[in-house]
């Protein structure tokens, strides 16, 4: 086959020449025959002395080369084209647009001569500019340069100021947001990869141009793009070079002082990424007015938050900028220091707050140098100041100063040490510094500390924050004050003072001197102490745990003194709870270590079992939380031998056998059967759910009922054995028992999450007690029972779409019953709703909105209302159409829950308030008619006796307020 014919490709150029290209874009890829013959056959349009064919033909060529797989052509061929769009380029404007298409392509292709790109540069900046095509065609260019650079930089490199000076131009002027993202995506790597000669300045100046970014994007823009994003590529750029430095300072300094708040973010935010881009020698010559400028900021400050704290951020990144360079650092710090050093002496002064923040800055910068100035500021001023020993009624301005600065002190420890720098501070100012704080803290061992005013105990807490942080600093007289002070604190019978994290850190640093001067004289007194000081003692030991100086000791202490014979009942509780905490801030080997040594869980249910007289409830409670975590970290295998030797002899009528039972199955693992103790564990604990007078065993009763059916084996003997146990609970529900009631909800919670087929039929038998004259309220709260989630409740079988399908069942139960508005059937179905994902209830607001409303017009039951408010404001969240047409009825039934009614509560109240303040997101028109009663009815909540409400009251009206404003909409 040949090239195409005349006529055919007079036929492409007078039609659609996207399907003609193609065409031949695959008959030149399957070799059938070659570009040259292609452009000579359609040299009669591109050579036409006609412009208009000459723009149809190079339409047709170049869109034959856009199509053509990039490796098609070989070097000769793409030189000769190179060589023809280079003539092209001085043909007529209208010819451009398929020439620079052509050039895209072309550069492109795998196996094009680097020169003959050059030779096409050369003649585009020569013969045409980039700012005279459409926003198209520019789009095509800039794309083209971007591919270029990576991929060129050779050639690029050898045309010298020539393709830097053509860029400049090309980008000079350009003004769509479209382009000037492609520009400032690929311009950061290529100022940082090519030489800018002669011309940095004025790249720089052209880039400068755009600073600050200010435009809108359109919102009919599916993929617009943000001012945010444009100015962050924009900063990338002006610091892609270090030559840019002092044109970028400038610009941001300028810049600063504008009155628009964006131009203040958008000029700080330059200067953090020019610190963090540009090496400390770079900025050095212009920091004073980057200084200057800051300080403005900052000294005392913007009213606008986010400005003074990234100008903080920026001054931070700067000073740790010049940290590398010691004496730049220096004269940077001696700058700012020298500002504000003689703030810091004066609490009182408005510029305390703003010099304190710099002096933190300072310290993130270069610590040891700023640390060590602005402490022996406080040193100097703390030695001026008297510290409080006398009684608290002689006044403590003295201890409020002293307060303040040790809040500092701490901080600027707490960054030296971040800097590993804490330990090169100046000694000369640290220990007596330390000395002033342990000298407060040593105000425990008056007689009359604990008569003191709260301000004196915030002075202790203060002392002790800075001695954690400053803990590495200490010397060994120091810290033989500080254990006696810490033992005066933990044995004091009124004063709790929170010292964890300073023993933390002594015993990290110096676990002999803890060890002797503080863990063991709590311990050798233990005995003796009340249980107040023992709570402390346990507060303060157990966070030791992890330092493995201290492992054994704490742990021997702690299991003495919870399975030890003669130990009292509150001193074991005390135990107890520091064991019980011990296994949940510990990790998983360590608790299946401790059980594997010391047999712990074994120790726990003979200390439930044996003890005399019997444990009180509390204390059974942690123990079966403790055997519950033990008893989650061990492998399965040790975790069916457990319940095989234990279980067969709990008998399950005694509290201390059933806390155990709650310990070891209230979180068993789902692939551990109990097939040979479910027929008993049913009856036993239905037994004690109708029996039981004690309301908290009855619930340890129904929660291991319902996590007990929930992963029991899906086999007939044990659906038989829960048919069983619910027929029995029928007999006791007709005889009138409430109790048999809950119990049948918790059966029917678990076997309606693991999604049983009986759980619908013991739904339906719920939802006819409904109609029950006594157990009416009862049947009612059991679906609440089904519906709520309960974190403590260990459910491991989870049936997929189990909401949505308790939903649809109560849907045909109730449905019919729901348009009658029964009390005790809207109820019931009020808590189905609550546990029903949004998207359900989307699908049925048609039916379910009517009922909604009766339950915000009628209900008195608060669990209820606040259901119903809830369900409410996430369609309102949402904009819902339904929602929105039914306004007038909404809004009144709100403002008459937000008015004080003895059934509704201050929660109702709340969030009938919040319902109205969210409806204001309605369009404005709909919101008008209402305007005027809203907020005349809402006066009346202002003066609500409950804060929370009030402060509600106030955010709904004055959204409502503001409806219809010029500011407003």
């Known amino acids: 086959m040949t090239t195409p014919t005349l006529a055919t490709l007079e036929k492409a150029l007078k039609g659609d020449p996207t399907a003609a290209a193609t065409q031949i874009a695959n008959e030149l890829t399957a070799g059938i025959y070659r570009i040259d013959a292609l452009a000579e056959q359609l040299g009669f349009a591109l050579t036409s002395p006609e412009t208009e064919q000459r723009v149809a033909g190079t339409t047709l060529f170049s869109a034959v080369l856009s199509d053509l797989p990039n490796d098609v052509l070989n070097a000769k061929e793409l030189e000769f084209l190179c060589t023809f769009y280079t003539d092209r380029l001085r043909d007529h404007h209208n010819v451009m647009p398929?020439?620079?298409?052509?050039?895209?392509?072309?550069?492109?292709?795998?196996?094009?001569?680097?020169?003959?790109?050059?030779?096409?540069?050369h003649a585009f900046f020569e013969c045409t500019t980039c700012q005279s095509q459409t926003r198209s065609d520019r789009t095509q260019l800039f794309d083209m340069f971007k591919f270029l650079t990576s991929h060129f930089q050779p050639e690029l490199t050898k045309m010298a100021g020539d393709f830097l000076y053509g860029l400049i131009n090309s980008i000079d002027g350009e003004r769509d947001p479209r382009n000037l993202d492609i520009i400032f995506n690929f311009m950061p790597e290529f100022i940082s990869q090519y030489p800018l000669l002669h011309l940095a300045e004025e790249l720089v100046e052209v880039l400068a141009c755009y600073f600050p970014i200010d435009f809108n994007p359109s919102k009919q823009d599916p993929a617009a793009i943000t001012r945010d994003a444009l100015a962050e590529k924009l900063t990338n750029c002006l610091v892609a070079s270090e030559q840019f430095a002092e044109v970028t300072v400038s610009l941001a300094v300028e810049k600063l002082q504008s009155e628009l708040l964006v131009a203040k973010l958008d000029s700080i935010e330059l200067l953090h990424q020019a610190a963090l881009k540009f090496k400390p020698a770079a900025l050095e010559p212009y920091f004073p007015q980057i200084w200057q400028a800051l300080k403005a900021e900052t000294f005392p400050g913007s009213e606008n938050a986010d400005v003074v704290r990234n100008a903080l951020k920026a001054l931070a990144e700067l000073l740790k900028c010049a940290a590398k360079e010691p004496s730049i650092s220096h004269n940077h710090q001696s700058i700012v220091l020298g500002v504000v050093l003689p703030h810091l002496s004066d609490m009182h002064h408005r510029l305390f707050p703003p010099a304190t923040?710099?002096?933190?800055?300072?310290?993130?910068?270069?610590?040891?140098?700023?640390?060590?100035?602005?402490?022996?500021?406080?040193?100097?001023?703390?030695?001026?100041?008297?510290?409080?020993?006398?009684?608290?009624?002689?006044?403590?301005g003295g201890n409020e100063e002293r307060i303040k600065f040790y809040h500092i002190m701490s901080q600027v420890y707490k960054l030296a040490g971040l800097r590993d720098a804490l330990d090169k501070l100046d000694k000369s100012i640290l220990l007596p510094l330390q000395d002033d704080v342990i000298a407060a803290l040593r105000l425990c061992e008056r007689e009359d500390f604990e008569d003191k005013q709260p301000e004196d105990l915030e002075l202790q807490r203060a002392a002790l924050q800075v001695l954690c942080k400053c803990a590495p600093a200490l010397s060994e007289s120091q810290r033989a004050l500080i254990y006696k002070c810490l033992v005066q604190l933990i044995s004091h019978p009124h004063i709790d003072l929170d010292f964890k994290s300073l023993t933390?850190?002594?015993?990290?640093?110096?676990?002999?001197?803890?060890?002797?001067?503080?863990?063991?004289?709590?311990?050798?007194?233990?005995?003796?102490?009340?249980?107040?000081?023992?709570?402390?003692?346990?507060?303060?030991?157990?966070?030791?745990?992890?330092?493995?100086?201290?492992?054994?000791?704490?742990?021997?202490?702690?299991?003495?003194?919870?399975?030890?014979?003669?130990?009292v009942e509150p001193t074991r509780l005390l135990a107890l709870e520091a064991l019980s905490s011990l296994l949940d801030q510990e990790d998983q080997r360590f608790v299946v270590e401790l059980q594997q040594q010391s047999n712990l869980l074994h120790k726990l249910i003979e200390l439930a079992q044996q003890t005399q007289p019997e444990l009180s409830l509390p204390s059974l409670e942690l123990i079966a939380a403790a055997l519950s975590r033990i008893m989650q970290h061990l492998p399965l295998s040790e975790q069916s031998a457990i319940v095989s030797e234990y279980l067969p002899t709990l008998q399950l009528q005694l509290a201390t056998n059933l806390y155990v039972a709650k310990?070891?199955?209230?979180?068993?693992?789902?692939?551990?059967?109990?097939?040979?103790?479910?027929?008993?564990?049913?009856?036993?604990?239905?037994?004690?759910?109708?029996?039981?007078?004690?309301?908290?065993?009855?619930?340890?009763?129904?929660?291991?009922?319902?996590?007990?059916?929930?992963?029991?084996?899906?086999?007939?003997?044990?659906?038989?054995?829960?048919?069983?146990?619910?027929?029995?609970?029928?007999?006791?529900?007709?005889?009138?028992?409430?109790?048999?009631?809950?119990?049948?909800?918790?059966?029917?919670?678990?076997?309606?999450?693991?999604?049983?087929?009986?759980?619908?039929?013991?739904?339906?038998?719920?939802?006819?007690?409904?109609?029950?004259?006594?157990?009416?309220?009862?049947?009612?709260?059991?679906?609440?029972?089904?519906?709520?989630?309960?974190?403590?409740?260990?459910?491991?079988?989870?049936?997929?779409?189990?909401?949505?399908?308790?939903?649809?069942?109560?849907?045909?139960k109730l449905g019919s019953k729901l348009s009658k508005y029964c009390e005790h059937h809207v109820k019931a179905f009020i808590y189905v709703l609550k546990a029903t994902p949004h998207s359900v209830l989307k699908l049925n607001i048609e039916q379910l909105g009517p009922l909604l409303f009766t339950t915000l017009d009628t209900h008195n039951d608060a669990h209820s209302l606040c259901i119903a408010l809830g369900i409410c404001a996430n369609f309102v969240h949402h904009q819902d159409e339904y929602f929105q047409a039914h306004l007038g009825h909404i809004i009144p039934s709100c403002l008459e829950l937000s008015k004080q009614k003895p059934p509704l509560n201050m929660q109702v109240r709340i969030a009938a308030l919040q319902l109205l303040y969210d409806i204001t997101k309605y369009p404005t028109y709909l919101l008008l008619p209402h305007k005027v009663d809203v907020t005349l009815v809402l006066a009346a909540a202002l003066d609500d006796p409950k804060r929370l409400v009030r402060n509600a009251a106030v955010m709904a009206r004055n959204a409502w307020y503001l409806v219809g404003a010029p500011t407003g909409d």
């Open 663 to 812: 310990g070891l199955l209230g979180y068993l693992h789902k692939d551990i059967t109990l097939d040979d103790h479910f027929e008993r564990l049913l009856d036993d604990l239905t037994k004690l759910s109708l029996n039981a007078d004690n309301e908290q065993l009855r619930g340890i009763a129904h929660r291991l009922l319902c996590s007990l059916v929930n992963k029991m084996d899906n086999n007939s003997t044990n659906r038989d054995h829960v048919k069983r146990i619910t027929q029995r609970l029928k007999a006791a529900i007709k005889e009138g028992d409430e109790h048999a009631v809950h119990a049948l909800a918790w059966i029917a919670k678990g076997l309606v999450v693991a999604g049983f087929e009986e759980a619908a039929d013991m739904v339906g038998d719920l939802s006819e007690l409904l109609e029950h004259p006594t157990l009416s309220s009862a049947a009612a709260v059991a679906f609440d029972v089904i519906a709520t989630e309960f974190p403590e409740l260990d459910l491991p079988v989870v049936k997929f779409l189990y909401q949505q399908k308790f939903f649809q069942t109560i849907m045909g």
């Open 357 to 396: 923040a710099i002096a933190l800055m300072c310290v993130s910068g270069d610590a040891q140098y700023a640390g060590d100035k602005i402490l022996n500021t406080f040193l100097i001023k703390l030695q001026t100041i008297e510290l409080n020993t006398t009684s608290s009624s002689s006044g403590g």
């Open 504 to 567: 933390v850190s002594l015993g990290a640093l110096q676990p002999v001197e803890l060890q002797s001067n503080f863990i063991d004289i709590c311990m050798r007194n233990f005995d003796i102490f009340s249980e107040f000081i023992k709570r402390k003692i346990y507060t303060n030991l157990l966070p030791l745990m992890p330092q493995i100086a201290f492992t054994q000791r704490i742990l021997e202490l702690v299991m003495q003194q919870a399975f030890a014979a003669n130990v």
């Open 98 to 121: 398929a020439i620079i298409a052509g050039m895209s392509a072309l550069v492109r292709m795998k196996n094009v001569p680097g020169e003959s790109v050059t030779q096409l540069l």
